[in-house]
Nanobody
Framework: QVQLVESGGGLVQPGGSLRLSCAAS????????MSWYRQAPGKERELVAT??NTATTVKGRFTISRDNARNTVYLQMNSLKPEDTAVYYC?????????WGKGTLVTVSS
């Protein structure tokens, strides 16, 4: 079965950086686009970045990358701001179904 496990969240000061990781299993990772979403308190979940094997789409200051040998997708977040505080989720859309990890909390605060 599809499993997505996020890690790397935590508390960081404004201007700092974090790298999130999402370890995937249960499907042929290299064949699918992978995405990062986030959900801030009281707000709807929003798309942050998507990566295929040939292209990336990113909103804002972040960088998405993938390692098909490790079945892992990353989100590099630099120059973090308090408004980046959210739970960050890994996502794959496979066989007409969305799969989600449990999320990792990023808190940007001084």
């Amino acid at each position: 079965q599809v499993q997505l496990v996020e890690s790397g969240g935590g508390l960081v000061q404004p201007g700092g950086s974090l790298r999130l990781s999402c370890a995937a299993s249960g499907f042929t990772f290299s064949r699918y686009a992978m995405s990062w979403y986030r959900q801030a308190p009281g707000k709807e979940r929003e798309l942050v970045a998507t990566i295929t094997n040939t292209a990336t789409t990113v909103k804002g200051r972040f960088t998405i990358s993938r390692d098909n040998a490790r079945n892992t997708v990353y989100l590099q977040m630099n120059s973090l701001k308090p408004e980046d505080t959210a739970v960050y989720y890994c996502n794959v859309f496979k066989d007409r179904e969305d799969y989600w990890g449990k999320g990792t909390l990023v808190t940007v605060s001084s």
